[in-house]
């Protein structure tokens, strides 16, 4: 997972907002979950959608069908290929060709690119200052989409893992504590809470420990 859910507070306080209901719900929320869409405030307008205490505006009624689940939003790189075979007529194989010139960032062909998506936007009915709209809006979140696929696998696991935790708490916790890895401060930190659920965790017992390793 990009951000995890279960070890940034701040991404937890986003889930209990967001009171997801389906594995769609976050998986949306995990592919806007980086520093990108963080930072632009797109991870809020997100959630207040959702609620339906922010509106949803299309550029053109067109991006509704392909948008709709993610509250308008261009969440993954599949959305802004989709809307460019909707609106501008590309082929699939020109789509990807969007989607990679997005992600280099390529300013040449990210030029080559724009002229024709407007082209193909306008031979369809769309206004031009409208086609260049909806392509500065790809561009700007494209580059920072996340597949699908993969966000949908990461936030499976994570709801499997959400739910397990809590049934294996007395035997992950420990092994969480114990980890090498694990720093002073947030080994205290799952001690802590450990005591809260009434987990015991006793000391190390090392001649015992040698003891049962001969047997």
């Not at 369809?124 to 966000?151: E, N, T």
Request: glycine content about 6%; hydrophobic content about 35%; overall charge positive.
């Amino acid at each position: 997972m990009p951000y995890s859910s279960s070890s940034r507070p701040e991404c937890r306080t986003s889930v209990a907002s967001f009171k997801p209901e389906s594995i769609e719900d976050l998986s949306a929320l995990n592919a806007l979950y980086r520093p990108g869409p963080i930072d632009g405030g797109m991870v809020d307008d997100f959630i207040l959608r959702h609620h339906g205490k922010k509106s949803v505006r299309y550029i053109v009624p067109e991006m509704k069908d392909i948008l709709d689940s993610t509250q308008g939003v261009i969440v993954y790189q599949e959305q802004a290929m989709q809307l460019a075979q909707k609106l501008a007529g590309y082929t699939m194989a020109e789509a990807d060709s969007l989607r990679k010139a997005m992600g280099k960032k390529n300013r040449e062909e990210m030029a080559q690119q724009e002229q024709k998506f407007i082209l193909g936007a306008v031979a369809r009915g769309i206004k031009r200052d409208k086609a260049q709209q909806i392509f500065s809006l790809m561009a700007q979140f494209a580059d920072m989409g996340f597949p699908k696929a993969h966000s949908v696998a990461y936030a499976y696991l994570a709801f499997q893992l959400a739910i397990s935790r809590p049934i294996t708490a007395s035997t992950s916790t420990p092994r969480s504590s114990q980890m090498k890895s694990t720093t002073q401060p947030r080994s205290s930190a799952i001690q802590k809470k450990m005591r809260a659920q009434g987990i015991v965790l006793l000391r190390p017992m090392s001649t015992k420990a040698k003891s049962a390793s001969r047997h």
